[in-house]
T-cell receptor, first 113, second 114 residues
């Protein structure tokens, strides 16, 4: 069945370091891909999305490119801040109305000053 | 994006009791989704709620344990029945975005069962 695999955490970085969180997926067809962020004590927020191959989603300095050839959607940020400390979830949708999202297990990012 | 509210935001309940969680959306939506997030885990879909019809449950979730109501296009409830400590989780509702397949989530209900 369809699935999403994320790198295990926690990821611990110093402020201004470069961030990569790996995400790969297994799905038939052409899913849409998403990154969600969950700050401590809060709900899930959509961070960015990409709906077709080679699309790049970006928001708040974060980027991810939909790579169909490697079935990947890695999250990157050039310079992390303490405020980026959160849990990041990669997810896919099968592009049908009413279809639920399939989530990865989440990666905890901790940024220290 | 839709604005979604949930009540209660958190609760501590005794074993064997039931809790009803409310989800309110600021616009009309066809489908609403209920997810569970167990401590330190990812999100698992409980059911999909379509207005005017029975909810569709995922494997491992049953209507007797998690009855869902969907009386109109902006509101839904999820009841966690006959609770045990294993039901301690965050419960989230979500709706699908307009014209896309992303989903927007409520702030969640943090449930602790003692």
């Amino acid at each position: 069945g369809d699935s999403v695999t994320q790198m295990e955490g926690p990821v611990t970085l110093s402020e201004e370091a470069f961030l990569t969180i790996n995400c790969t997926y297994t799905a038939t067809g052409y899913p849409s891909l998403f990154w969600y962020v969950q700050y401590p004590g809060e709900g899930l927020q959509l961070l960015l999305k990409a709906t077709k191959a080679d699309d790049k989603g970006s928001n708040k300095g974060f980027e991810a490119t939909y790579r169909k050839e490697t079935t990947s959607f890695h999250l990157e940020k050039g310079s992390v801040q303490v405020s980026d400390s959160a849990v990041y979830f990669c997810a896919l949708s099968k592009d049908q109305a009413g279809t639920a999202l399939i989530f990865g297990k989440g990666t905890t990012l901790s940024v220290s000053s | 994006s839709a604005v979604i509210s949930q009540k209660p935001s958190r609760d501590i309940c005794q074993r064997g009791t039931s809790l009803t969680i409310q989800c309110q959306v600021d616009s009309q939506v066809t489908m609403m989704f209920w997810y569970r997030q167990q401590p330190g885990q990812s999100l698992t879909l409980i059911a999909t709620a379509n207005q005017g019809s029975e909810a569709t449950y995922e494997s491992g979730f049953v209507i007797d344990k998690f009855p869902i109501s969907r009386p109109n296009l902006t509101f839904s409830t999820l009841t966690v029945s006959n609770m045990s400590p294993e039901d301690s989780s965050i419960y989230l509702c979500s709706v699908q975005g307009q014209g896309g397949y992303e989903q927007y989530f409520g702030p969640g209900t943090r449930l602790t069962v003692t």
